[in-house]
């Protein structure tokens, strides 16, 4: 696990400009076959948890998850990572309207893009229609979010919107709650029904 950590650091740093070295010696050591390709940070804590559920170990399968910073960077991951850099297979997850960007950037890497699978919002979105609003909000309560989440509901904004939008807007009004409740709401799935574009992921791993 911490050579992976330490690859997904290198990775970063070489889509940053660096030199790529010690990615190429950690990949290498670690057996790598496929790059899961993220947006960002809350992705990825959903991702690894779902696994984690169903008894798998990326890193021992030769799977890297990837947080790429935006979908706009998908072309340089892609780069590094795929046929033109470590040849790695590419895989990825993403919300409906950045699908042109990994479409885009695989095409570039001349990757196939077959397995990207698509949120229709997003990844927020699919998880909290597939636990249902009631469930999430037991959820921000148990966390001892409920006063943020009242405050939130009273602004003029939420008024007569549907509760589901209200949900995916309050996780992403502070910092860190996205990543926070990426994983809590993964964890509170039934672990064989998860949304069907991460559990077509998982499944293509």
Request: proline residues 6%.
């Amino acid at each position: 696990m911490a050579h992976m950590t330490a690859f997904q650091d290198e990775i970063s740093g070489w889509a940053a400009g660096g030199s790529g070295d010690i990615a190429r010696d950690l990949a290498a050591r670690l057996d790598l076959r496929t790059a899961v390709l993220l947006e960002g940070p809350s992705d990825l804590a959903a991702v690894e948890t779902l696994a984690v559920r169903r008894g798998r170990d990326l890193a021992a399968e030769g799977v890297c998850v990837v947080s790429m910073g935006g979908a706009m960077n998908v072309a340089r991951y892609a780069g590094l990572l795929g046929p033109p850099g470590l040849g790695l297979r590419l895989v990825g997850l993403c919300d409906a309207r950045e699908q042109p960007y990994y479409d885009r950037g695989l095409r570039r890497a001349g990757a196939p893009h077959d397995d990207v699978f698509v949120c229709v919002a997003d990844l927020e979105d699919e998880l909290i229609r597939t636990l249902g609003p009631a469930a999430v909000e037991e959820i921000i309560r148990l966390e001892g979010d409920l006063r943020p989440w009242q405050t939130f509901l009273h602004q003029p904004a939420q008024h007569g919107r549907p509760r589901p939008r209200q949900l995916r807007r309050f996780l992403g009004t502070k910092k860190g709650r996205k990543i926070r409740y990426g994983t809590l709401l993964v964890e509170a799935l039934d672990p064989a029904h998860a949304p069907a574009p991460l559990d077509a992921l998982l499944n293509s791993l």
